[in-house]
């Protein structure tokens, strides 16, 4: 709350006015379509579980937490959709380390047996070899 010292420029009459940012929450859309506040510290907990024992530092998390809210502010609604959060993510971690993407996909994607999770591992490398090319 802001609290402001001002006068009437009719009568001159000294007053204080209180006033409050009006803020209007950026929301996350989950899959069965109940919509929750977009909790940034949901976010990087996630992160952090997924770069455990990883040599991602918690800045460059910070910084992907960061251009995802950033993102969210300028949806037109100031709400994203819980799969376009994840994919953001994965996208992300895909490029910063290759395990901790795994580890975030195995659960994001809800893998329903180890073929998927091997299928998921063989894009990656069949990406990699394409790149170094």
Known sequence: MIRRRRQCLSCGRRFTSYERIDEIPYMAVKKDGRRERFDRNKVLSGLLKACEKRPVSVNQLNEIVDELERHVQDSPDRECSTAEIGRFLMEHL???????????????????DVSEF???INELFENKTKSTA
């Not at 895909?94 to 329903?112: I, P, Q």
């Open 94 to 112: 895909k490029r910063l380390d290759k395990v901790a993407y795994l580890r975030f996909a195995s659960v994001y994607l809800e893998f329903k």
């Open 118 to 120: 091997m299928k998921e």
